[in-house]
């Protein structure tokens, strides 16, 4: 059978092995990342409406534990599903897509509450089938006994959009668990509801409590934690996400606070920096490094910041790090002499270490962007001319140098 089938990598040959391991309870983190590899893209291939149904099998058997990833598979396919173009979605998937609902449905009273919490991940993708979905959602919040998956059945109400949900998501306001009214407020929005300003403390409640479950998000067929999982909730709507985060980000609560801090990049707004630099002085070490390293991603912006920030010169290193990024970044005097030290060093890029939550400007960039400092960096650019092996390296800060000189020559 599954050499007449294929998958995202090809011929569904190797689906027959993986598959086993699964069934066998012998699979780990490298089975479950090959058949995510296969099974999941920018296509629904001809393999995966025969796998959703044996998956499906595998979740149902009592004598197979912890087979809740297995339901969050189904889900990522389901979303492709949804979002990919008619055309790269195979003939067969509408059936047995069809065919996998009710089993999904009676999974949403699965022994595992693993189970039970990515069954709405997958359930959120049956936009087409929402009358039947949503009031299954609906009739088991009421009886299910775990905070997080209850308002993981809301959220996936919501993003079916079902306008008979109002009413239902308006009662869920005065639901006991925060999460749950969270959810509903979000539900509502779904519905076009605006979010109104009395709303805002209980967001910021129950994003608290969401960092603490760490899994209550479902959107796009994943369960996204944190500032990704409450953007996407929120679309459009980022000043009220931006308020969020500000109001989390005044917390006495260091961890989430560096998690915050480090996730809120891509909806950084000067809006924000005042309360991201009243922890450039914060006890905790890799608070202070995030509070240094936002600014720089802000640019310009930052500048009213920029005494602030040159205290973290001297800091622990990875602060100073960022520090110096940030000054260097708003062209400012106080980057030259750190950059005098570290130029030599080696370094092509302003990153810090590989996986950094912000990418700085390219190192070259910043250099010209450095003019008004050219004549006391122009050693250090020099000495790293000469230890460079590498001539995409060499010729990039040659374009500094000619960049620095350029204006002399007019």
Known sequence: MWDRLEHAQGPATDL??????????????????????????????????????????????????????????????????????????????????????PRLLALTDHDDSYVRAWVPSALAAAVDQADLVWPVLRDRVPVEPDAEVAAALVLAAGWLGVPQARDWFAGLLDADAVVVRMAAVLGLRHLGVP??????????????????????????????????????????????????????????????????????????????????????TDPDPPNRFVAGYLPAAAGTDAAPYADDIATRLTDWPPSAHAAMVALAVLGDERAVEPLVRWLPEGRTTLVMAEGDFWTPPPLEEVLIGMRAHADALLPAVRERLDKSADEAESAAFRRVVEAWQAPQRQ
């Open 16 to 101: 027959a092995d993986l598959l086993a391991q699964v069934r066998a309870d012998d699979w780990d983190a490298a089975t479950l990342y090959a058949l995510e590899q296969r099974l999941v893209g920018d296509a629904v291939h001809s393999a995966a409406p025969v796998v959703v149904p044996l998956l499906l099998d595998v979740v149902e058997d009592p004598a197979l534990p912890d087979t809740g990833l297995m339901v969050w598979l189904i889900g990522r396919i389901a979303w492709v599903a949804r979002t990919a173009r008619p055309e790269a979605i195979d003939p067969a998937w509408p059936d047995a897509w069809e065919r996998a609902l």
């Open 195 to 280: 979010i109104e300003e009395a709303q805002l403390p209980l967001l910021v409640e129950g994003f608290v409590k969401s960092f603490e479950l760490d899994t209550v998000w479902c959107v796009s067929g994943r369960r996204t934690t944190g500032v990704p999982g409450l953007a996407r909730e929120l679309g459009d709507d980022v000043p009220t996400l931006r308020k969020i985060l500000v109001s989390v980000i005044g917390l006495d609560d260091v961890l989430l606070r560096y998690h915050v801090m480090m996730q809120s990049v891509d909806v950084l707004h000067p809006s924000m920096l005042p309360a991201i630099a009243a922890w450039l």
